[in-house]
């Protein structure tokens, strides 16, 4: 069979998607295919449905009605094959006040069955923009260095798909810049990034595209 004219096939695969919160349906029929290197970008006014969406996506949510697959596979049915696949970052950073930035990444890194090393660490830390800052409590850090804190978890995972909500919020240009060649860098190396955001993000490399949920 000639496949010459097909474009790489999908990876996940979102199949007449509904979510219902309490007595309001919030999407329903909600179709997309995501093949590798790909970003989708969810948009859509507060409250369409956003992060119910990322969270369906993740497996942490069950849908109204609808599947997602992983490779052929119902992510359901897949349980940790699939969701050690995916990294999540949702919209709250994640942070305990109480740790040091260091022993914040640290410990993320070691849920997800990764042994950082301090001089990873720091390394690591330094190329978010936190040198200086690495033993300091988290709570004595802005909100955009905390974002940045949260972030600096991307730099360390080695997932196939990424699930990002509202990463750009509280970040200055420069951050937005680095955090936009990050996933460049994981578009080009095969990876899928599905990112809510209401900034364009415009990105010099992978294919492109955009879900809308309506209000």
Avoid at 99 to 111: D, F, T
Avoid at 162 to 185: C, F, P
Wanted: proline fraction near 3%.
């Amino acid at each position: 069979m000639d496949k010459t004219n097909r474009g790489p096939a999908a990876i996940l695969q979102v199949n007449s998607l509904g979510c219902v919160r309490g007595d309001r349906r919030l999407f329903s029929n909600l179709s997309f295919s995501v093949p590798a290197g790909t970003l989708v970008q969810v948009t859509g006014p507060n409250g369409c449905g956003k992060t119910s969406l990322l969270r369906i996506l993740c497996g942490l949510l069950e849908p109204a009605e609808g599947k997602i697959t992983w490779n052929g596979e119902n992510i359901r049915t897949l349980g940790e094959e699939y969701s050690s696949s995916l990294t999540f970052l949702g919209h709250r950073n994640g942070v305990k006040d109480e740790l040091s930035a260091i022993e914040n990444l640290r410990i993320a890194s070691g849920l997800n069955g990764i042994d950082l090393a301090v001089p990873a660490a720091e390394k690591i830390l330094n190329e978010m923009g936190l040198a200086g800052r690495e033993r300091l409590p988290a709570r004595l850090l802005s909100e955009g260095q905390r974002r940045r804190l949260a972030l600096a978890r991307l730099n360390v995972c080695d997932t196939a798909l990424w699930i990002l909500d509202e990463v750009l919020t509280s970040l200055d240009k420069a951050a937005i810049a680095l955090i936009k060649s990050m996933i460049e860098m994981h578009l080009a190396g095969g990876g899928l990034a599905i990112i809510a955001t209401h900034q364009e993000l415009e990105l010099k490399t992978g294919s492109f595209q955009r879900v809308e949920l309506a209000s």
